[in-house]
């Protein structure tokens, strides 16, 4: 079946202005993550959903990131205000809430460029 | 999650079994330790997890020893498609963000 997808694949853009980063689950996949990994290094942990709501909102940087999820399905990553740490590779993964723990799905991920 | 310490690289040649291990002096009584294989420009994937003793599946092997302070990921006969960064993960049997340290960089030589 289809896997996690993830659009862009590429986001080029300029300091200052916003980006929205989109994520598709495997569908029927409740749990929902966010994570980023800058050049090199390994994942940082941002943002858990289960279904629509997110319990755990600790790894977000700065409060110009924001994400939702709608329909316990698609979810978006907004930054706003791009700065130049914000370039990465953004991540979504999906799993079951009652499949294997740590069992993560990944997507292949947004890359970020802010310039 | 616990702290885990693992090698930064190794290295390796086609056809060798390849043992990479992790430290976890303190992982508490329900962790499970899960390892995940993350190749350049993509996602990481799942390989395997286990609580104690030995797990095998199609990809690897899983040697956790009795006092579970370590585990050895296994990968039996590399070729050079096994060049990847993999990571050692302890937590605890429930669903909950994954925490990566820079995991293991294997290349793996003709």
């Known amino acids: 079946g289809a896997g996690v997808s993830q659009s862009p694949s590429n986001k080029v853009t300029e300091k200052g202005k916003d980006v929205e980063l989109r994520c598709d689950p495997i569908s029927g996949h409740t749990a929902l993550y966010w994570y980023r990994q800058s050049l090199g290094q390994g994942l940082e942990f941002l943002i858990y959903?289960?279904?629509?709501?997110?319990?755990?909102k600790s790894g977000l940087p700065s409060d110009r990131f924001s994400a939702e999820r709608t329909g316990g399905s698609v979810s978006t990553l907004t930054i706003q205000r791009t700065q130049q740490e914000d370039s990465a590779v953004y991540l979504c993964?999906?799993?079951?809430?009652?499949?294997?723990?740590?069992?993560?799905?990944f997507g292949p991920g947004t890359r970020l460029t802010v310039t | 999650l616990a702290k885990t310490t693992q090698p930064i690289s190794m290295d390796s040649y086609e056809g060798q079994e390849v043992n990479i291990t992790c430290s976890h002096n303190n992982i508490a009584t329900n962790d499970y330790i899960t390892w995940y294989q993350q190749f350049p420009s993509q996602g990481p994937r799942f390989i395997i997890q286990?609580?104690?003793t030995k797990v095998t599946n199609e990809v690897a092997s899983l040697f956790i020893p009795a006092d579970r302070k370590s585990s050895t990921l296994s990968l039996p006969r590399v070729s050079l498609s096994d060049t990847a960064v993999y990571y050692c993960l302890v937590g605890r049997g429930s669903q909950g963000n994954l925490i990566f340290g820079k995991g293991t960089k294997l290349s793996v030589k003709p």
């Open positions: 993964a999906s799993s079951l809430s009652d499949g294997i723990p740590y069992e993560q799905y």
């Open positions: 286990g609580y104690k």
């Open positions: 959903f289960q279904g629509n709501s997110a319990p755990d």
